[in-house]
């Protein structure tokens, strides 16, 4: 708070030399309106008014209540104006401090010390230019009156209350039941105007006041001696001790018209007169609390709850000291009705909410009823209070009770109105006359590069890529090729005006695009579990005279199903490997791997292992899946042009990677796939193999493996005949889906939709509804914000990493900024050095990249609030250039998993030997234990 007061105080001090010396507040008046205009369209406000008086008015609002970068802005606008804007009034001479001018002033008023004292106090904070004569006059006149009361009242023994009546205490006299004793009260005379106070001789008024005290003690006497006189004896309610303790322990100031009674004694009485579960005493008023029942409507329930009866407590004990006879049913009557009332009206609220739910189920009053009842009167509190949240919690319960029911209802409904016939959903592809063309081979058999010299040759293209690092070097080939090309991915957009071929990624291809060509590439990747979708809707529906297919053999009766039953003609070119591969009999020790080694590992944490224990011999190059593709592309480039000689890797090589690697060294042959840890697939195999041998560099490539157990796996699977890809292919619910159940279904949890259309959806074709993880748990986040259902869509297909916490707060904080429509700026963290210490420090930068991405995947769906996407691109630069220098250490160290302090190299722990003192060396024998 220090830091942005004083920030603020020196840009209040800044824009004095643009006004003369003069406050904003001040020297915002003599600018025209024109210019003030021009400074609301600088700050970004146009809904204004451009009312000279109102734009004033509203700076000077801003002024005061903006944070410093708002103030900023407005300083920013007068700096580059350059005009000052002088003030006609001439400066006040001679210039005084707040002390000498207070000084100068008292010195001509005729004033005594006391009087000096107060007015110095009374202008102690005031500006200096704001103290005048006429103002410390004022003040003097009303010092001399607050002295003059004052001594009144240290004279007269009281006090002036706020209404200037004069407060005193007197001794008055209780005289029954053959008693008698005097009880100090507090009393009042009629109030003093100012004036008569002011105005009137010291003396004089001293004395009219002692007159008016005296008229008062008189006046409470009297009425003390008939209320005592009306007492009956016996009382109807108190005995005769009970109200000489009651009169002897009324407090002296009392708002109460009659004497207090005692709690234990009221409570007492109260309860002879009603059934109370509670009683309590307040200063003004009595709160009773009693036990009463509601019958439901249209039921045979009742509800218990307890009924507040709040009565003034004047009122009571007039009706207990006059010996009354009194009740509180017609109270108790009246509050019961506003409390079912008030009931009621919220239960008909939630009923005709449920109503409006169950619509299609056509229940009775009396069943409707019935089933809220089962919910209410678990949430209901004693209050018979329904309050809004309960009212939610209900409705939501209610909801939940009939989805079942609503679903049996409305699933015919929804598939009459769907079109079922997944092939129609492309009106474009399907009102052209589509060529298919599959080429299918191995890898390095030359098919991608048969497709792509279609495309280049054709007049207008599109290549559909698998990553976003093969969708921008399709991109580059393109426009190597003197081709006007666009790159199109989910975080990047190169847009060509005159283009002519488009390369994007093929979850970003646009289906209302019609092109001569239109290359899909890694088409076996229709069998994904997560993005198999793509590649299925990418063929269905791909708006291309020719559509041109590249994939590994096992694809082929997969397509071939497809083909017929879009019944348009496939053409199927098969192609064989340029080059023989090799697989080596024996294991490969680490002193025999040679440069132009490719050496496989299935996660990110083996693959820095295994850099850092061949940087000993070699330069080393890595690829893994976290690592984002600038990066990639940079390491396969070190490996590509001979800076590096070895390539440590995940099977992220396995797409589309054309490499110079002669061998191929498995270091295992099993990987997680998501759900359980397994070998690896024949076809899995065979893609990362195919890597080894480039044509025209390698005659040969070799595959091999770092130890026996990897490579009995590749020897049993690598000559076997990959699985065959076949129907139902998965399909994926598009907005147009989401919108329509969610119309139907009155919902606008995109996760219940989701879930919907997965368990419900049916197809006439060789589909069905892909059941994607990720997307369903991101809707479970985007559902706890208020958004439309469109948004949740757009955000829930973002591409996240939902192990990493650090990339789903940053998510949740950009869905925060969408919800409340405020614009969302990119805010880049803080890096130490210029490379990572330790595999921590390099994970934290590689999500700081991934973060990026999804800030820049978002900005191209909401650019008006994604503001800084510019920003966001340089930042990813410096990022991955800290990923690349941390890549070329030759070493990184694991760090403590309590304290984050790095551990020595090739520590055996997890944890540092401080941490291990600290946490699990304990006194007495026998007390240590190891770290897990």
Same mark, same amino acid.
């Given at each position: 708070?220090?830091?942005?007061?004083?920030?603020?105080?020196?840009?209040?001090?800044?824009?004095?030399?643009?006004?003369?010396?003069?406050?904003?507040?001040? +020297?915002?008046?003599r600018?025209?309106?024109?210019?003030?205009?021009?400074?609301?369209?600088?700050?970004?406000?146009?809904?204004?008014?451009?009312?000279?008086?109102?734009?004033?008015?509203?700076?000077?609002?801003?002024?005061?209540?903006?944070?410093?970068?708002?103030?900023?802005?407005i300083?920013?606008?007068?700096?580059?104006?350059?005009?000052?804007? !002088?003030?006609?009034?001439?400066?006040?001479?001679?210039?005084?401090?707040?002390?000498?001018?207070? &000084?100068?002033?008292?010195?001509e008023? &005729?004033?005594?010390?006391?009087?000096?004292?107060?007015?110095r106090?009374?202008f102690a904070?005031?500006?200096? !230019?704001?103290?005048?004569?006429?103002?410390?006059?004022?003040?003097?006149?009303?010092?001399?009156?607050?002295?003059?009361?004052? !001594?009144?009242?240290?004279?007269?023994?009281?006090?002036? *209350?706020?209404?200037?009546?004069?407060?005193?205490?007197?001794?008055?006299?209780?005289? %029954?039941y @053959?008693?008698?004793?005097? /009880?100090?009260?507090?009393?009042?005379?009629?109030?003093?105007?100012?004036?008569?106070?002011?105005?009137?001789?010291?003396?004089?008024?001293?004395?009219?006041?002692?007159?008016?005290?005296?008229?008062?003690?008189?006046?409470?006497?009297?009425?003390?001696?008939?209320?005592?006189?009306?007492l009956?004896?016996?009382?109807?309610?108190?005995?005769?001790?009970?109200?000489i303790?009651?009169? =002897?322990?009324?407090?002296?100031?009392?708002?109460?018209?009659?004497?207090?009674?005692?709690? /234990?004694?009221?409570?007492?009485?109260?309860r002879?007169?009603?059934?109370?579960?509670?009683?309590?005493?307040?200063?003004?008023?009595?709160?009773?609390?009693?036990?009463?029942?509601?019958?439901?409507?249209?039921?045979?329930?009742?509800?218990?709850?307890?009924?507040?009866?709040?009565?003034?407590?004047?009122?009571?004990?007039?009706?207990?000291? #006059?010996?009354?006879?009194?009740?509180?049913?017609?109270?108790?009557?009246?509050?019961?009705?506003?409390?079912?009332?008030?009931?009621?009206?919220a239960?008909?609220?939630?009923?005709?909410?449920?109503?409006?739910?169950?619509?299609?189920?056509?229940?009775?009053?009396?069943?409707?009823?019935?089933?809220?009842?089962?919910?209410? $009167? @678990?949430?209901?509190?004693?209050?018979?209070?329904?309050?809004?949240?309960?009212?939610?919690?209900?409705?939501?319960?209610?909801?939940?009770?009939?989805? +079942?029911?609503l679903?049996k209802?409305?699933?015919?409904?929804? %598939?009459?109105?769907?079109?079922?016939d997944?092939?129609?959903?492309?009106?474009?592809?399907?009102?052209?006359?589509?060529?298919?063309?599959?080429?299918?081979?191995?890898t390095?058999?030359?098919?991608?590069?048969?497709?792509?010299?279609?495309?280049?040759?054709?007049?207008?293209?599109?290549? %559909?890529?698998?990553?976003?690092?093969?969708?921008?070097?399709?991109?580059?080939?393109?426009?190597?090729?003197?081709?006007?090309?666009?790159?199109?991915?989910?975080?990047?957009?190169i847009?060509?005006?005159?283009?002519?071929?488009?390369?994007?990624?093929?979850?970003?291809?646009?289906?209302?695009?019609?092109? *001569?060509?239109?290359?899909?590439?890694?088409?076996?990747?229709?069998?994904?579990?997560?993005?198999?979708w793509a590649?299925?809707?990418?063929?269905?529906?791909?708006?291309?005279?020719?559509v041109?297919?590249?994939?590994?053999?096992?694809?082929?009766?997969?397509?071939?199903?497809?083909? &017929?039953?879009?019944?348009?003609?496939?053409?199927?070119?098969?192609?064989?490997?340029?080059?023989?591969?090799?697989?080596?009999?024996?294991?490969?020790?680490?002193?025999?791997?040679?440069?132009?080694?490719?050496?496989?590992?299935?996660?990110?944490?083996?693959?820095l /292992?295994?850099?850092?224990?061949?940087?000993?011999?070699?330069?080393?190059?890595?690829?893994y899946?976290?690592?984002?593709?600038?990066?990639?592309?940079?390491?396969a480039?070190?490996?590509?042009?001979?800076e590096?000689?070895i390539?440590?890797?995940?099977?992220?090589?396995?797409?589309?990677m054309?490499?110079?690697?002669?061998?191929?060294?498995?270091s295992?042959?099993?990987?997680?796939?998501?759900?359980?840890?397994?070998?690896?697939?024949?076809?899995?195999?065979?893609?990362?193999?195919? =890597?080894?041998?480039?044509?025209?560099?390698?005659?040969?490539?070799?595959?091999?493996?770092?130890?026996?157990?990897?490579?009995?796996?590749?020897?049993?699977?690598?000559?076997?005949?990959?699985?065959?890809?076949?129907?139902?292919?998965?399909?994926?619910?598009?907005?147009?889906?989401?919108?329509?159940?969610?119309?139907?279904l009155?919902?606008?949890?995109? #996760?219940?939709?989701?879930?919907?259309?997965?368990?419900?959806?049916?197809?006439?074709?060789?589909?069905?509804?892909?059941?994607?993880? *990720?997307?369903?748990e991101?809707?479970?986040?985007?559902?706890?914000?208020?958004?439309?259902?469109?948004?949740?869509?757009?955000?829930?297909c973002?591409?996240?990493t939902?192990?990493?916490?650090?990339?789903?707060?940053?998510?949740?904080?950009?869905?925060?900024?969408?919800?409340k429509?405020?614009?969302?700026?990119?805010?880049?963290?803080?890096?130490? +050095?210029?490379?990572?210490?330790?595999?921590?420090?390099?994970?934290?930068?590689?999500?700081?990249?991934?973060?990026?991405?999804?800030?820049l995947?978002?900005?191209?769906?909401?650019?008006?609030?994604?503001?800084?996407?510019?920003k966001?691109?340089?930042?990813?630069?410096?990022?991955?250039r800290?990923?690349?220098?941390?890549l070329?250490?030759?070493? $990184?160290?694991?760090?403590?998993?309590?304290?984050?302090?790095?551990?020595?190299?090739?520590?055996?722990?997890?944890?540092?030997?401080?941490?291990?003192?600290?946490?699990?060396?304990?006194?007495?024998?026998?007390?240590?234990?190891?770290?897990?």
């Amino acid at each position: 708070m220090a830091k942005k007061n004083k920030k603020n105080s020196k840009i209040n001090q800044r824009i004095r030399k643009y006004f003369d010396d003069d406050p904003f507040d001040v +020297g915002i008046e003599r600018v025209e309106s024109k210019t003030l205009s021009e400074l609301f369209a600088a700050l970004g406000i146009y809904d204004i008014e451009h009312n000279k008086k109102l734009m004033i008015k509203t700076l000077r609002m801003i002024w005061s209540e903006a944070e410093s970068t708002m103030r900023q802005d407005i300083l920013h606008f007068f700096e580059a104006d350059g005009r000052v804007y !002088k003030s006609e009034k001439p400066k006040d001479e001679p210039h005084f401090n707040r002390e000498e001018k207070i &000084d100068a002033i008292i010195a001509e008023l &005729d004033v005594n010390d006391e009087e000096a004292l107060r007015l110095r106090e009374a202008f102690a904070t005031v500006r200096a !230019k704001k103290i005048t004569i006429e103002k410390m006059e004022s003040k003097l006149r009303h010092i001399h009156f607050e002295l003059k009361k004052e !001594k009144l009242e240290r004279e007269l023994e009281g006090i002036f *209350d706020i209404d200037d009546s004069f407060e005193f205490n007197a001794s008055l006299k209780y005289s %029954l039941y @053959d008693q008698s004793f005097h /009880k100090i009260l507090t009393l009042h005379t009629k109030p003093y105007s100012y004036e008569l106070i002011e105005e009137s001789d010291f003396d004089a008024l001293a004395a009219k006041i002692s007159e008016d005290k005296m008229q008062a003690v008189a006046a409470k006497q009297k009425s003390i001696d008939a209320f005592l006189a009306s007492l009956k004896y016996p009382h109807a309610y108190l005995t005769t001790k009970e109200i000489i303790d009651s009169l =002897r322990a009324s407090p002296p100031k009392t708002t109460l018209a009659y004497p207090l009674i005692s709690a /234990k004694v009221l409570k007492k009485i109260v309860r002879e007169k009603i059934e109370a579960k509670e009683i309590e005493v307040h200063s003004q008023e009595l709160l009773i609390v009693v036990d009463e029942v509601l019958q439901l409507p249209y039921s045979s329930k009742e509800l218990t709850y307890n009924l507040e009866l709040s009565i003034e407590l004047d009122g009571v004990l007039e009706e207990i000291w #006059e010996s009354k006879r009194f009740n509180f049913d017609a109270v108790r009557a009246d509050v019961k009705k506003e409390y079912e009332e008030s009931f009621l009206d919220a239960l008909e609220a939630l009923v005709e909410e449920c109503r409006g739910y169950a619509e299609l189920l056509h229940f009775s009053e009396e069943e409707l009823h019935e089933r809220i009842y089962a919910f209410l $009167l @678990d949430f209901m509190p004693r209050s018979l209070h329904l309050t809004q949240k309960i009212h939610r919690k209900v409705a939501r319960r209610f909801l939940q009770s009939i989805q +079942g029911e609503l679903i049996k209802k409305q699933r015919q409904e929804l %598939l009459a109105r769907t079109i079922r016939d997944f092939k129609n959903l492309f009106p474009i592809a399907r009102g052209m006359r589509r060529k298919l063309t599959l080429h299918i081979g191995p890898t390095n058999s030359g098919k991608t590069y048969t497709a792509m010299k279609q495309l280049e040759e054709a007049d207008t293209g599109y290549y %559909l890529a698998p990553l976003r690092l093969l969708a921008l070097e399709g991109y580059e080939t393109l426009r190597s090729k003197g081709i006007d090309a666009s790159l199109i991915t989910g975080e990047e957009q190169i847009l060509d005006e005159e283009a002519t071929h488009i390369s994007s990624t093929i979850e970003m291809m646009n289906y209302d695009v019609d092109v *001569d060509v239109c290359v899909i590439d890694e088409v076996q990747m229709i069998d994904d579990r997560d993005r198999g979708w793509a590649w299925a809707n990418a063929i269905i529906g791909a708006p291309a005279k020719e559509v041109i297919m590249t994939g590994s053999p096992n694809v082929k009766e997969a397509v071939i199903a497809l083909a &017929d039953y879009l019944g348009e003609e496939l053409e199927i070119i098969e192609f064989e490997r340029k080059n023989p591969l090799e697989l080596l009999e024996h294991p490969t020790d680490f002193k025999n791997i040679e440069a132009a080694t490719a050496v496989i590992a299935f996660s990110r944490k083996d693959v820095l /292992k295994l850099k850092q224990r061949l940087s000993a011999d070699f330069n080393v190059s890595v690829v893994y899946g976290n690592l984002s593709p600038e990066v990639r592309r940079e390491e396969a480039r070190r490996f590509r042009e001979g800076e590096t000689e070895i390539l440590v890797a995940t099977d992220a090589i396995a797409m589309g990677m054309n490499l110079p690697i002669k061998t191929i060294l498995f270091s295992k042959a099993e990987k997680f796939d998501g759900i359980t840890q397994r070998n690896l697939f024949p076809s899995e195999i065979l893609q990362i193999a195919g =890597r080894a041998g480039r044509y025209g560099l390698h005659e040969n490539g070799y595959v091999g493996a770092l130890n026996k157990e990897a490579l009995s796996i590749l020897k049993k699977n690598f000559s076997k005949e990959p699985k065959k890809i076949g129907t139902p292919f998965k399909v994926m619910a598009s907005l147009d889906h989401i919108k329509l159940v969610s119309s139907i279904l009155e919902e606008n949890s995109l #996760e219940e939709i989701l879930r919907f259309f997965i368990k419900n959806m049916e197809f006439n074709g060789p589909f069905y509804a892909a059941s994607l993880d *990720d997307m369903l748990e991101a809707s479970r986040i985007v559902d706890s914000y208020d958004l439309d259902i469109a948004t949740k869509y757009h955000l829930a297909c973002a591409p996240l990493t939902l192990k990493s916490s650090y990339i789903i707060e940053a998510y949740e904080s950009y869905i925060h900024a969408l919800e409340k429509q405020e614009p969302v700026y990119y805010h880049p963290p803080k890096l130490q +050095g210029v490379y990572a210490q330790t595999s921590d420090e390099l994970l934290r930068a590689e999500d700081m990249v991934k973060e990026i991405s999804l800030y820049l995947w978002l900005s191209y769906r909401f650019e008006d609030y994604f503001v800084d996407a510019e920003k966001a691109r340089q930042y990813r630069g410096v990022l991955n250039r800290y990923i690349e220098n941390t890549l070329q250490q030759t070493q $990184l160290v694991q760090s403590c998993k309590l304290c984050s302090a790095p551990l020595p190299y090739n520590s055996k722990y997890a944890i540092c030997q401080s941490c291990f003192k600290k946490h699990y060396t304990h006194r007495g024998r026998g007390q240590r234990r190891s770290p897990r």
